[in-house]
């Protein structure tokens, strides 16, 4: 739907009619002050992470901070009454045991007392499983997009599709998540300070960069019960530097609940928000979170438990049909990101 | 050209032997001193064509009648000698000297004014006639007063000029979608030729779909709605067809900056047959070409739209009109993925007078309308259609006991078919699975009677009465849901099914109509009317306006039909003669069973729609204030209204109530509204139009906090439509130079026009983003950024 769009405008800014879109400077005076709750666990192996934070003032960055909530006791609770401990391992995110894993047909639940003593609940989410994937297959894909300033760039790289066969007795809902792993080479020889004179740098020319898709893929199979399905949710975007060398795409495929799809769709629908008139309305973004003092109490965030299924590949040069200019770094690759590492992992 | 040339001749002998001419006499010598009733039918000279609202003045009385849609009026005089002025718009006046010695008939053919060129063009309709009739909450536009305004790329747009009448709003610049006192876009019946049309916009929006070459004149019925309409709550808008020349051949073409027309008119069958039909087709790629966004370069987008009317004139009590209507988009965006929508109509009239009291017409008409995405990215094509079809006849009776006692009476029946959606996989590896929702069927019956009189000289009463009747039917399955737990797909108990046509579930109600006038003079009236309107099939949408995607639905056990009871009351003065016409109208709404959404709903494909589905409330009111100065080198008219618009959901679950129960604004809630139209003519030839609207911004909701999920910025929304979007602001203006058109090719009417003069940005929509490289904030986007100026062109022939 979300191509439907533009059309609407019909055109951008500069074009005949001068579409644009501007920055509109508003006071909202508003503020609520939520809990919100990330909580994900699966049946993998551990840790899990269960994140807390309370919202803020929407406005400028400086206006709002989205703070932590520390120093709340967290537990997961499944069907059978054993109660798994979360600790606090940085401030906001809590983390299960390595050892804890989710079983398929248990039914779990959060629960969370903060340090004012309030408690909240998420409602009982159900540990569906999910079929295994069949494969995943990847084809270069380029699309032109306008950028903020109005300038046309070209965005290139590489699309996956989840192969899977959907099982027709029952309605599925699937989540994908992807994460990645590449080489990254760079140039600190040609190092120069400030003042632009040459100021080599000895470290380190080579290094590792670890990644995660945030986007949010997921599908529902209504449309589609009981068939073979090939599915595109990811993206590796050609930067000229994640596929200069070599790059490992590890994609996990989730189950879902009903109500958990629900949660992500309206998320996903108002991540999308455009402008455009086929926009959904805002919604509220209720999620499965409740306080059990003050049930009225709005609480933002879903406690998801998944089934998982995982698959790896690699993605090369080679698969770019048009290759983008690999970006020269002058400097220590350890300083391009904070995942950087020279450790080389053993299976590459 | 010699055709003119005769008809100048010919119509110069004619004053000539008119003023010579002793009066013309009516009726036998008959020995009663009166009253008799004098009667005809005004036309046009040339096209034969009936016209409405001609007004007939007798002098010696200072009274006059005007004609009615049908182009006839009633006079009742007594015996003696009279003078007649006869004028319309665009039209030569006339002045007649009449005997009157008993009943008769005096048919009059008025010549359009070819040298006086839109000197009057403010509406078409006789000047008192809003004191002086019982109608309150009506306006019409002549052809003529829309051709006149600012035209958009050059298209003259009928639906965009509504908007700038007092009570009628739109959300956004390029929406095809308009609001009347309150009320949503679905909750208009538009009528082209008497067929409903469900989306009349070509480029979503851009540009509305009447081509109006082939338009007489346009109606809209926000208040005291006669019985004779029905079936949506808000208002009728009546767009009449021209008839064909019966004489002889001409025609009607223009160029304009995304599209051309041509109309073609004449006999077929001298002064019985005639034919009228045009077409216009669309080249905007052009406009496309001009956007800095790739995926829109690379689209293309082709619409055009064909008219036909067919007029038969029997004998003098029976005449037969057909008329066809076709409408096309077709939007291929990035080249892979095509939308397409279709409206198409035929209308079948019959017209039989019985007496000259009593006059009947029969109506049979067939709309369709279909819209479909073609996806052809190679990936999981597939196809996504969805189509109405509704086919009615209508039965109508007018009796007049006399001039002022009219009973108006009949009978409606409508078969609606809606399938709403259907989708097909269109290559063997696409893994999308055929899907259709099981197509719904309704019958709409209603019958109708309504009777206006005066009651003495001062007070004119029109009132009526609607039955309607609607059943929902098969074949059908459908869901039964625990009864005490909100209505999702997981408590379904059980489902049942039912055959074709078998009755699911009926609804049927009276709406009672009233009016009334009263005169506190000659020149001005106090009116007052009632009333109630059902309407049994809603616009599903979950966008802002009306988008080609958005499925009709019908009502069902689960969808009450909406009901919406009006009251309005107005104070009407003319003044300098008729001249200038004024008015203060204010009305209340009470809408009863609204459609509104979950959060969050999925409405494509769906087949348990209802359990996304919520209804509410909706109150609306409002004053309008409206001066109109109709003659003069300047006209124009000035119109403010402030309105309120509001609604309310209350369900038995938090995920069933909106706005925590309160009640909120509507989408399309603007309090302030304040329109300026002008027109001067610098010469005969040479005219310039202006119009500037100011409203207050629409409602949004701003985000009530931030909040931060999968590493991104997110609003977060509560209490909804709290907040504006700025204020809306524009001033268009246009210069037209009108040649004698029938000359020469090149003398034809140029009109220059620029929209958005002083480049103010409106804000189409707002809405909030986290974009890298800036703070989580509010964005407007505006549609119209820069002044758009245009040419077009048109010669007649």
Known sequence: MKRILIIAIVLACGGMLGACVDVLDLDTNREAKLLIVEGFISTQNGPHTVELKESAKFGSIFEGVISDVEDAKVSVRDDRGRVTFLTETEPGEYQTPVSFRGVVGSVYTLQIVTEEGVSYTSLPEKLESVVALDAVSTAFKSTPSRDTDGSVTERSGIEIFAHFSDPEDQVNYYRWRNSGLFELNTNPAGFTDRFGRPAPKSCCDQCWISERDESVYIYKDNLTNGKEIVFPMGFVEDDGMKITAKYLLVVEQHSLSESAWQFLNTLKGQLEIDGDIFDPPPATTRGNMINLDNPDENVIGYFIASDVVVDSLYLRPTDLERRKQIVNIPDDCLLVDRSATTDRPSFW | ?797
């Open chain 2, 1 to 797: 050209m010699k055709r003119l040339v005769n008809i100048l001749v010919l119509s110069f002998c004619l004053q000539l032997t008119g003023w010579a001419q002793a009066p013309t006499i009516i009726g036998k010598d008959n020995t009663r001193q009166g009253p008799f009733r004098i009667n005809g039918k005004v036309s046009d000279f040339d096209s034969r064509e009936s016209l409405l609202g001609v007004n007939i003045f007798v002098e010696e009385l200072s009274t006059g009648v005007v004609t009615d849609l049908d182009g006839t009026y009633l006079l009742v005089l007594d015996k003696g000698k009279y003078t007649l002025r006869v004028s319309f718009i665009g039209f030569e006046n006339k002045r007649i000297p009449i005997e009157v010695k008993g009943n008769g008939k005096l048919p009059l053919r008025l010549k359009e004014d070819l040298l006086q060129l839109q000197e009057v063009v403010v509406f078409g309709t006789n000047p008192e006639e809003n004191v002086k009739s019982a109608d309150l909450g009506k306006s019409t536009l002549s052809i003529k007063s829309i051709e006149a305004l600012p035209p958009l790329a050059g298209e003259v747009d009928i639906l965009k000029s509504l908007t700038l009448l007092p009570g009628v709003t739109t959300v956004g610049e390029v929406s095809s979608g308009f609001h009347v006192r309150g009320g949503g876009a679905d909750q208009n019946l538009i009528l082209l030729g008497g067929a409903t049309l469900y989306n009349p916009s070509h480029l979503f929006g851009f540009l509305s779909s009447f081509n109006a070459d082939l338009i007489s004149d346009v109606t809209l019925y926000k208040g005291g709605i006669p019985a004779r309409y029905g079936g949506r709550g808000s208002s009728i808008l009546d767009v009449r067809y021209k008839t064909g020349d019966l004489n002889a051949w001409h025609g009607k073409a223009s160029v304009g900056m995304v599209a051309s027309k041509l109309t073609l008119e004449g006999p077929i069958v001298q002064n019985k047959l005639s034919i009228i039909f045009g077409g216009r087709l669309s080249y905007s790629d052009w406009l496309l070409r001009t956007t800095s966004d790739p995926d829109i370069k690379n689209s293309s987008a082709q619409f055009y739209d064909l008219n036909a009317v067919i007029n038969y004139h029997l004998n003098s009590k029976n005449k037969i009109s057909y008329s066809f209507y076709q409408s096309s988009d077709d939007f291929k965006f990035s080249s892979d993925t095509t939308f397409a929508w279709t409206n198409r109509s035929h209308a079948l009239r019959w017209d039989h007078t019985f007496t000259d009291q009593f006059v009947f017409s029969a109506s049979l008409v067939n709309s369709q309308y279909n819209f479909s995405i073609l996806n052809d990215t190679g990936i999981n094509d597939f196809q996504l259609g969805s189509d109405i079809n509704d086919t009615g006849l209508t039965l109508d009776f007018n009796y007049n006991f006399t001039e002022t006692n009219s009973i108006n009476f009949g009978g409606q029946s409508k078969l609606m078919e809606i399938n709403p959606g259907k989708l097909d996989p269109t290559t063997s590896s696409s893994s999308v699975l055929a899907t259709d929702v099981e197509d719904e069927l309704g019958n709409e019956s209603a019958a109708y009677i309504q009777h206006t009189f005066d009651l003495g000289k001062r007070l004119t009463v029109s009132y009526g009465v609607r039955y309607n009747l609607f059943r929902y039917l098969g074949a059908n399955t459908v869901n039964r849901y625990e009864p005490l737990l909100p209505r999702t797909e997981e408590n379904i108990v059980e489902q049942v099914t039912f055959e074709d046509g078998e009755v699911i579930k009926q609804f049927d109600g009276f709406a009672p109509r009233a009016s009334l006038r009263f005169s506190l003079g000659e020149n001005s009236s106090i009116k007052m009317g009632y009333n109630k309107m059902f309407q049994y099939i809603h616009l599903i949408s979950n966008t802002s306006t009306i988008a080609p995607t958005d499925v009709w639905k019908l009502s069902d056990e689960f969808l009450d039909p909406e009901i919406v009871t009006q009251y309005s009351v107005g104070l009407f003065k003319n003044l300098n003669d008729n001249s200038i016409e004024t008015s203060i109208e204010a009305y209340y709404k009470d809408i009863e069973n609204i459609v509104e959404y979950k959060d969050g709903a999925d409405l494509i494909l769906n087949s348990n729609i209802e359990t996304e589905l919520l209804t509410g409330k909706g109150r609306a009111y409002g004053v309008e204030l409206f001066f109109k100065k109709k003659q003069g080198r300047l006209t124009g008219w000035l119109s403010y209204t402030y309105s309120r618009s509001e609604r309310q959901v209350v369900g038995p679950y938090p995920e069933e109530t909106i706005n925590n129960g309160e009640w909120y604004r509507s989408n399309f809630d603007k309090p302030h509204d304040f329109t300026a139209v002008t027109q001067y003519n610098i010469s005969d030839r040479v005219s310039f139009s202006t119009i500037f609207s100011y409203s207050t911004g629409r409602p949004v909701t701003y985000p009530s906090a931030k909040f931060e999920y999968f590493g991104q910025d997110v609003a977060y929304y509560d209490e909804r439509n709290v907040n504006r979007a700025p204020d809306y602001h524009r001033l268009d203006a246009s210069l037209t130079f009108s040649f004698n058109a029938r000359r020469k090719l090149w003398q034809g009417d140029w009109v220059f026009s620029v929209i958005n003069l002083y480049s103010r940005r409106n804000a189409f929509s707002v809405f909030f983003d986290d974009i890298p490289g800036a703070p989580p904030q509010a964005y407007q986007l505006s549609i119209l950024g820069a002044p758009f100026p245009s040419l077009s062109y048109s010669v007649k022939f």
